[in-house]
């Protein structure tokens, strides 16, 4: 399957994301910018149905440049399951007050503890080179220093 690359993100797409040395990895466009990021980092072209049967590693809204610059590959289109229309929600963390915490999820903004932000992304855009360290970074069994650079700051 290809769109042109001008097309931009459309709900349901699967994006092949060439890491080097080889590697690849594959990723679904999910709404408001998201894309659900698969187990999949592989030396081998998976299948549109062998990515759908892996595991979602992580979910983090990324920059539309991904794809309009052609640097991810549209490879394939399917309707998101139920899971992937309900991803995790993400924390937000005041800059000022750093015990001040927001959680984001589906659009709307609700205070929240420390507590409940544990273990959740931070809402942030990622750049796809900084998305790409981090795919290649799990699958080195590496610490990734923008998933550090992100987590809550005490």
């Known amino acids: ?7 931009g993100r459309v709900v349901g797409d699967i994006v092949r994301i060439d890491l080097g040395d080889g590697l690849r990895a594959y990723a679904r ?3 408001e910018g998201l894309f659900a990021f698969y ?3 592989t030396r081998d072209d998976l299948s549109i149905a ?7 590693l992580f979910y983090v809204p990324v920059m539309n440049h991904a794809i309009t610059s052609g640097r ?5 289109h399917a309707p998101l399951e139920p899971f992937l229309q309900d991803p995790p929600p993400r924390f937000m963390q005041d800059a000022l007050n750093k015990s001040r915490f927001r959680i ?6 609700r205070p ?12 942030a855009a990622w750049e796809p080179t900084h ?24």
Do not use: F, P
């Not at 399957?1 to 097309?7: A, K, Q």
């Not at 062998?50 to 979602?56: F, G, P, S």
């Open 1 to 7: 399957m290809s769109r042109g690359s001008s097309v």
């Open 29 to 31: 466009v999910l709404e």
């Open 39 to 41: 187990d999949s980092v």
């Open 50 to 56: 062998e990515v759908l049967a892996r595991a979602v």
């Open 72 to 76: 991810w590959k549209v490879v394939g």
């Open 104 to 109: 984001y999820n589906k659009g709307k903004i």
């Open 112 to 123: 929240a503890t420390k507590e409940e932000c544990l273990g959740l992304e931070r809402e």
């Open 131 to 154: 998305v790409e360290d981090r795919l290649r970074d799990y699958q080195a069994g590496r610490t990734n220093k923008w998933v550090e650079s992100l987590k809550i700051k005490e």
